[in-house]
């Protein structure tokens, strides 16, 4: 095999991310895939001419992922949806005070109420969340918000913009900082689902030389005396590399390398706190009720949206609408959340059984394997393993404070300079170590 001088273990953002940032900066990359697709949780499959992300995607307008995007050039068209929508109570519907039309039509607030979700807003697009990363969302909700809606409404909308539903453990700074950006710079459905991204970010890789090995897993990273010295694959090669970027989840990484129990990789693995939901996505020959688009659920943690009033998913007209239900820690009952998510469905569009062209269920697939929370013993992930010289990590469980992908896509830049600065060192260091010889 020729020889390169990065493996990155990975071909969902993370790793293509990487890919990227590496072999722009002049590094020769081999990028392992054990599916036979890139993009990981990224990519859209195409069921009945209906394209289905897995599981709703937003792209958050304002964080990090859009800005390296933008940065590379990527051309991601779509658009930012409406959130005039409707709030789901008792098992009933209303308005959802998300604007101000519908805060002044809604009746799950009084007057009062109303003033107060108003303030409490100002009070969120004022607080500084870096003070924050020590005081759990609950401290936060239940010290600022006085009335019970009110904090339904605030819960609510930490939920649907961080995709994760545990306020007892979510750091408050990280996901106030979310919500905000959320509402203030707010969110894209791309025509063409996810895999947009990931075939133009596949297409950057190979124009810059980037190998890109799919089918192929890692199985062992192999170190010695706490240098990396190559990465074994499913297949029984060896490559010889002095460099390694693991963005597979906390718990794989750490069955990759021998003694991991000695490193940070235990650590960072026990303490993860994986986010899951139940996703159910359907393509529908129309909606049966013609201006329901959006639904938050205030007292079932569920969502609804129809991604195609903001993009193209499909070549005929047919409807693409995603169902979530997040489960809390734990909370996961694949029978009982899909009946959930149907119900749901059925409050808002009656009938949709009939228009059903083709569906996709994932009970409980994890959205990431980590997010900042609190009880972690310290300091933030990756992207170092400062145990091992060589070996890095990426992905969205290593973030430093950034949410989803935009956790993916920040530390994979991390790791990719942190590997440009390492080895700029040692350059730099022969360089004079000759200088000095002469
Ligand atoms: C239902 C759902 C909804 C979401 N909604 C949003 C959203 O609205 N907005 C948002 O920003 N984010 C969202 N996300 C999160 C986003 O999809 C992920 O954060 C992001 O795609 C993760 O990228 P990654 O590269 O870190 O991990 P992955 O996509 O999981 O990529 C890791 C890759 O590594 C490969 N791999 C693993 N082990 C090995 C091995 N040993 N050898 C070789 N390859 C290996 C895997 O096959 C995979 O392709 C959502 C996720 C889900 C599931």
Redesign the pocket.
């Known amino acids: 095999m020729k020889k390169v001088d990065v493996a990155i ?9 990487a890919a990227i940032e590496l072999a722009k900066a002049g590094k020769s990359i081999l990028l ?4 036979g ?7 859209t499959v195409n069921k009945n001419g209906a394209l289905f ?8 307008v304002g ?1 990090e ?1 859009n800005r390296i995007f933008e940065q590379y050039g990527l051309k991601l068209t779509g658009s930012k949806p409406s959130t005039k929508g409707l709030a789901i109570w008792d098992n009933k519907l209303s308005p959802l005070p998300g604007d101000p039309k519908g805060l002044l039509s809604s009746k799950l607030l009084g007057w009062p109420g109303k003033a107060k979700l108003m303030s409490t807003l100002v009070k969120l697009m004022r607080a500084d969340p870096a003070t924050m990363s020590n005081i759990s969302l609950r401290k936060w909700a239940e010290s600022e918000i006085g009335d019970p809606m009110v904090r339904h409404i605030f819960y609510a909308l930490c939920r649907t913009a961080t ?1 994760t539903t545990d306020p007892d453990y979510q750091a408050a700074g990280p996901v106030l900082k979310q919500v905000r950006s959320s509402l203030k710079s707010g ?1 894209k459905y791309l025509d063409g689902g ?1 895999q947009s991204i990931v075939d133009q970010l596949q297409e950057m890789a190979i124009t810059l030389g980037v190998d890109i090995q799919q089918g ?4 062992e990273i192999k170190h010695d005396h706490g240098k990396v010295q190559g990465v074994v ?2 297949d029984g090669d060896t490559i010889l590399i002095t460099s390694v970027i ?4 906390p718990a ?2 750490f069955l ?1 390398v021998k003694g991991a129990e000695n490193t940070v990789l235990r650590r960072w693995k026990d303490e993860a706190r994986p986010s ?2 139940a ?1 159910l996505d359907l393509a529908l020959k129309r909606l049966p009720v013609a201006n329901s688009h959006f639904a938050i659920g205030l007292d079932q943690p569920v969502f609804f949206s129809d991604h195609s009033r903001a993009a193209r998913l499909s070549d005929n007209g047919t409807i693409v609408v ?1 169902l ?1 239900k997040y489960n809390g820690p734990g909370q996961y009952d694949a029978k009982a959340d899909e009946s959930l998510l149907e119900q749901t469905m059925s409050l808002l569009h009656p009938g949709w059984e009939r228009e059903v062209v083709s569906r996709q269920y ?1 009970p409980n ?5 980590d997010y900042p929370h609190l009880g972690r013993t310290k300091g933030e992930v990756g992207p170092e393993v400062p145990e091992i010289q060589g070996l890095y990590v ?5 973030s430093h404070g950034e ?7 920040a ?2 830049v991390r790791a990719a300079g942190s590997i440009v600065k390492a080895t700029s060192g040692a350059n730099n260091r022969t360089t004079m170590e000759g200088a000095l010889a002469h």
């Open positions: 273990i990975g071909g969902g953002l993370a790793g293509l991310i392992l895939e054990k599916s697709n890139l993009g990981g949780r990224a990519m992300n897995l599981g709703g995607h937003a792209l958050y964080g992922a995709y969110v996810w192929k897993s890692a199985v694959c499913s693991s963005t597979a989840p794989a990484t990759m899951t939901v996703s995603h979530t994932l697939i994890s959205v990431v394997h990426s992905g969205d469980w290593a949410m989803l992908a935009d956790a993916a896509v530390s994979a």
